[in-house]
């Protein structure tokens, strides 16, 4: 792959669509036409293959009993002809409304052209006729058509409310188009099409405004598009439709399965359009994954069994204006904004809470034995212990807090730890693991043992075994269950000890959270002020201390006092960035993209710090990624997650799902056979353009 083509939204299965507002003239349909045909250019110079344009917009939507004029209607069947013939240059689709006389009937129509000539038309089914509305006094719907094929400038055209248009060049793209009060029936005409296959779903409106409306088109919209798992474009009229009893805002949107990519400028004074990049490909997995969407397609297939699909050909576009046309979150499982920031680790915490009230209820156990280090994650499971304990009326001293330090633990960590659990109110005890650990590698015949400073595999999994080793036999003798620890992103990439070690407990509450959202369910916890002062200050401190699971001495196999303050290895040396693997976790996990396409995101989120939106509370540190450090780090996640790590996700305990973003489970979101291969993912990777 060349770099030209890796750099294009569409190699990896994004489309640029657009919604134009065009200014418009009541009854003139030249001056109409005029301004289409300019919105249509400026999109497609864009990179848009797509533009939609407002209801009836040919004409404007105001013009009432003018609609019964031969000379209106004749003006605007020479202005569809003349936009169909612009489009044999432009290289895009336009969905443009009119009036169309069709068997002696009037009917509100789209009409779909491309590649010279008008692929289809396709009339309004729903004619409002309340409130404001009259349309049943000029329309007639298109249940009421005997027609399938009307005569356009000498040219048979498919014409019905049944229609797709299905582009050869790409094709995942498959467009269907609904007129305004289409969309606010109980079934509209959409959920058929996208049952039938499209993809992209277009509603040309005029929509007046009045007050909470735009509110209301909003979650409309966004519904609709969630419901469907489709793009969904809605645009209305603007300035120049007839005021005499209404207003216009000429509110254009763009949505992608339930979320908004662009909105438009509302009473804005002039033409305008707004355009994104529709993810098509999350589109098609998200239908292929949820599999109840099939089964509907199964249930209403004699209803879908006569629609018809207008194939055409729509040139991909070689430049694209401005890179990605949308926003990629650095941060997937965070949001940026900090009111729905603090509003997800609410929910999260009292997911994780609530479910460990349950483990301890339905196990009958009076105690919670857990093991903290001074570190980010056995500090989140033991606040979530704390809630726990609080909401079931126990005394926190119910909760065994155990810190073991070894040969590599720092004197920050071990102090944190006690501050910490002090903080809490836990019972709190210190069991140096040391001896045993030596005992151990004495019996291993390890050359630690004689004194040489020998820091393998083994060196470090006998301290993390020792930890679980005791932490297990403490449950038992004191009457409790263990709480395990370890996050979403360690499970991702295998950093954890296999059976006696960290991968094990009784219950883990942390097990579907990722490492970079424990660390802001930390913070909130801070600046709520759950733990008094001196609880906030130490969890402050925990959160600035690197993450490491100190089992390699920095300089001496010492701990506690006199201990070295900074530790001897750090784990994003090993497996690379958090941050950036939480990024290469997501969209591998929830979405199943290939790596090239995972890699061009990671590129569009992380390329350069000044680009998007931060949260803001952590960090300090704004790190960018080049391209050759994102594939670096990916191919580590890659033959991690694919070929070395399944075999512990296989039996991991159990725990609580969190988020959309998934779980690890096998008995949940992931199963995988322990023995797969990673090839297929790493030749992909290889498509990159990057040294």
């Known amino acids: 792959m060349t770099e030209h083509e890796f750099f294009n939204p569409y190699t990896h299965g994004f489309a640029r669509l657009a919604v134009a507002v065009p200014r418009n003239r009541v009854a003139d349909p030249v001056f109409n036409t005029a301004e289409t045909l300019r919105l249509y250019r400026e999109t497609a110079a864009d990179g848009a293959v797509l533009v939609a344009f407002p209801e009836l917009g040919l004409s404007a939507y105001t013009c009432d009993d003018l609609f019964h004029q031969a000379?209106?209607?004749?003006?605007?069947?020479?202005?569809?002809?003349?936009?169909?013939?612009?489009?044999?240059?432009?290289?895009?689709?336009?969905?443009?409304?009119?009036?169309?006389?069709?068997?002696?009937?009037?009917?509100?129509?789209?009409?779909?052209?491309?590649d010279g000539r008008v692929l289809g038309v396709l009339p309004k089914t729903y004619l409002p006729n309340y409130g404001e509305f009259y349309e049943g006094r000029q329309f007639n719907g298109a249940d009421t058509a005997l027609a399938t094929e009307i005569v356009l400038g000498g040219q048979r055209i498919p014409f019905g409310a049944d229609l797709l248009f299905q582009s050869r060049q790409l094709p995942l793209f498959?467009?269907?188009?609904?007129?305004?009060?289409?969309?606010?029936?109980?079934?509209?005409?959409?959920?058929?099409?996208?049952?039938?296959?499209?993809?992209?779903?277009?509603?040309?409106?005029?929509?007046?405004?009045?007050?909470?409306?735009?509110?209301?088109?909003?979650?409309?919209?966004?519904?609709?598009?969630?419901?469907?798992?489709?793009?969904?474009?809605?645009?209305?009229?603007?300035i120049g439709e007839s005021t005499t009893d209404l207003a216009w805002d000429g509110q254009a949107l763009i949505y992608e399965g339930g979320d908004m990519l662009a909105e438009s400028e509302r009473f804005r004074n002039s033409s305008h359009f707004v355009a994104a990049d529709v993810d098509l490909e999350r589109l098609s997995r998200e239908r292929m994954r949820q599999n109840s969407f099939g089964t509907s397609v199964h249930k209403h297939r004699e209803a879908l069994a006569g629609w018809r699909t207008v194939e055409f050909e729509l040139p991909v576009p070689s430049q694209v204006p401005h890179g990605l046309l949308r926003q990629v979150a650095r941060f997937p499982y965070v949001p940026s904004d900090a009111a729905t920031r603090d509003a997800r680790c609410s929910e999260v915490f009292n997911i994780q809470v609530q479910s460990l009230v349950q483990r301890i209820e339905a196990a009958r156990i009076g105690k919670l034995v857990i093991g903290v280090s001074g570190g980010l994650d056995s500090t989140h499971a033991l606040l979530v212990c704390a809630q726990a304990m609080d909401r079931l009326g126990k005394p926190r001293s119910d909760i065994l807090g155990f810190t073991m330090p070894g040969f590599a633990t720092t004197g920050r960590t071990l102090a944190q730890a006690h501050r910490l659990m002090a903080s809490i109110g836990c019972t709190a005890r210190e069991i140096d693991i040391r001896p045993s650990c030596r005992q151990m590698l004495e019996d291993l015949g390890h050359p630690f043992a004689q004194g040489e400073p020998q820091y393998d595999i083994a060196f470090e999994n006998v301290q993390a075994g020792e930890r679980t080793s005791h932490l297990f036999r403490l449950a038992n003798f004191h009457g409790g269950i263990v709480v395990g620890t370890g996050d979403l992103s360690e499970l991702a990439l295998g950093w954890c000890t296999y059976g006696v070690g960290d991968h094990m407990s009784h219950y883990n509450v942390n097990a579907s959270v990722p490492k970079t959202l424990i660390k802001h369910l930390v913070h909130w916890v801070e600046t709520t002020k759950l733990l008094g002062d001196e609880g906030s200050a130490v969890l402050r401190d925990i959160l600035e201390t690197e993450v490491s699971p100190e089992l390699i001495p920095a300089d001496a196999p010492a701990a506690g006092e006199g201990a070295s303050t900074q530790p001897g290895q750090r784990t994003e040396d090993t497996i690379g960035p958090y941050e950036l693997q939480d990024f290469h976790l997501y969209y591998t996990l929830r979405y199943g993209f290939r790596p090239s396409k995972v890699a061009f995101l990671a590129h569009a989120a992380w390329g350069d710090r000044a680009r998007g939106r931060w949260p803001d509370d952590l960090q300090k540190e704004r790190n960018e990624y080049g391209l050759a450090d994102i594939k670096r780090h990916l191919g580590t996640f890659l033959f991690r997650f694919?070929?070395?790590?399944?075999?512990?996700?296989?039996?991991?305990?159990?725990?609580?799902?969190?988020?959309?973003?998934?779980?690890?489970?096998?008995?949940?979101?992931?199963?995988?056979?322990?023995?797969?291969?990673?090839?297929?993912?790493?030749?992909d990777l290889k498509r990159v353009p990057a040294p």
């Open 71 to 114: 000379a209106l209607l004749d003006a605007c069947e020479r202005a569809l002809l003349e936009i169909a013939a612009a489009s044999r240059d432009i290289g895009a689709v336009a969905v443009v409304g009119l009036p169309l006389r069709v068997d002696h009937r009037l009917f509100n129509c789209a009409a779909v052209v491309a």
């Open 174 to 238: 498959k467009l269907h188009v609904e007129i305004c009060e289409d969309v606010w029936v109980p079934i509209p005409p959409s959920s058929y099409a996208a049952l039938a296959g499209a993809t992209v779903l277009v509603n040309l409106s005029a929509s007046n405004i009045t007050i909470g409306k735009s509110d209301y088109r909003h979650r409309l919209v966004s519904l609709q598009s969630a419901r469907c798992l489709a793009a969904y474009l809605y645009t209305s009229a603007g």
């Open 642 to 683: 694919f070929k070395t790590s399944q075999f512990k996700r296989s039996c991991v305990p159990n725990s609580p799902k969190v988020g959309s973003g998934g779980s690890l489970s096998p008995r949940g979101d992931w199963r995988a056979p322990s023995d797969s291969e990673a090839e297929v993912w790493l030749e």
